[in-house]
């Protein structure tokens, strides 16, 4: 497609299930971006891939976050054992150049009971 | 640590007139800065992108200066329109690219 997809749009879980997001980023980009958004607040920096180096997970906020980017295009952020605390909007963008004008997909809306 | 600070405070301004926002860091210096706007319900999309090396940039009504030894950066856009109001959004640059909170702008008739 033309721009960064997320899926699904919304997902309405309940606490302790583990739920799996997806992000299809713009064709040739080989730099994919997750950050979380509260509610009112700023990005979140959770983690970074870029091409076939190690990713960079510094900004994974605990052990039950995980993410993988198969064959260096899709992406899908796993939460396990999810929280309350978790509720956000994740945010997924890809770009061509490190750190460089990403694109951001218009996000999941994650919502924890 | 490393952080960023946009006033957290809406900047009201009249149509036609200059909005100036401004985003300051400390702790580390940046190879480049961006801006980026976000609208309700949306993901950011990207505005300008100023390197250590250039004062200021422009496109079109807007204008980004970045000055190192203040550790500022200054975002403008000029003859406002009630379309500009979002929230903007800065972002410096080392090796990751974090967002600072940002600021929002309505822009009244």
């Known amino acids: 497609g033309a721009g960064v997809s997320q899926s699904p749009s919304n997902k309405v879980t309940e606490k302790g299930k583990d739920v799996e997001l997806r992000c299809d980023p713009i064709s040739g980009h080989t730099a994919l971006y997750w950050y979380r958004q509260s509610l009112g607040q700023g990005l979140e920096f959770l983690i970074y891939?870029?091409?076939?180096?190690?990713?960079?997970k510094s900004g994974l906020p605990s052990d039950r976050f995980s993410a993988e980017r198969t064959g260096g295009s899709v992406s899908t952020l796993t939460i396990q054992r999810t929280q309350q605390e978790d509720s956000a909007v994740y945010l997924c963008?890809?770009?061509?150049?490190?750190?460089?004008?990403?694109?951001f997909g218009s996000g999941t809306q994650l919502s924890v009971l | 640590s490393q952080k960023i600070e946009q006033n957290s405070e809406a900047l009201n301004i009249q149509e036609g007139k200059t909005a100036t926002l401004t985003c300051n860091y400390t702790n580390y210096s940046p190879a480049y800065l961006q801006w980026y706007r976000q609208d309700p319900g949306r993901g950011p999309v990207f505005l300008l992108l100023?390197?250590?090396?250039?004062k200021e940039k422009r496109k079109e009504r807007l204008k980004v200066t970045f000055d190192t030894t203040l550790k500022q950066s200054l975002f403008h856009i000029t003859a406002s329109q009630p379309a500009d109001s979002a929230t903007y959004l800065c972002a410096p640059y080392t090796d990751k690219l974090i967002f600072g909170t940002g600021t929002r702008l309505q822009v009244f008739p």
């Open positions: 891939f870029q091409g076939n180096s190690a990713p960079d």
């Open positions: 963008a890809s770009s061509t150049e490190r750190g460089e004008k990403l694109f």
């Open positions: 100023i390197r250590e090396n250039e």
